[in-house]
């Protein structure tokens, strides 16, 4: 299984970006998408999970209102919208497959806010 992470940049505050996750190997669409971010200096931490039809979502509270998830289970992709983004945005971000036997990682795509 592999998941493949793209769309990180700079971008100046309250500007977008789209991130992508691209899943391969997984046989079925029966999965979580998560994002996680990782800021200089700190730990990893959990951005916004979708699930697997796309009916649930959840943000953390410091993206809420500026972030949006998405999924395309045709394609086996993820998405994540940044918008009206903040210095405090500034991470590597990762995208990470949930299944109830464990979850498989990507590698990060670096994500850059100058205010």
């Known amino acids: 299984v592999q998941l493949q992470a793209s769309g990180g940049g700079s971008v100046q505050a309250g500007g977008s970006l789209r991130l992508s996750c691209a899943v391969s190997?997984?046989?079925?669409?029966?999965?979580?998408i998560a994002w996680f971010r990782q800021a200089p200096g700190k730990g990893r931490e959990v951005v916004s999970c979708?699930?697997?039809?796309?009916?649930?979502?959840y943000y953390a509270d410091s993206v809420k209102g500026r972030f949006s998830i998405s999924r395309d289970n045709a394609k086996k992709e993820g998405y994540l919208y940044l918008d009206n983004v903040e210095p405090g945005d500034t991470a590597v971000y990762y995208c990470n497959l949930q299944y109830w036997g464990g979850s498989y990682w990507g590698q990060g795509t670096l994500v850059t806010v100058s205010s």
């Open positions: 979708i699930s697997a039809e796309g009916g649930r979502k």
């Open positions: 190997g997984f046989k079925t669409d029966y999965f979580v």
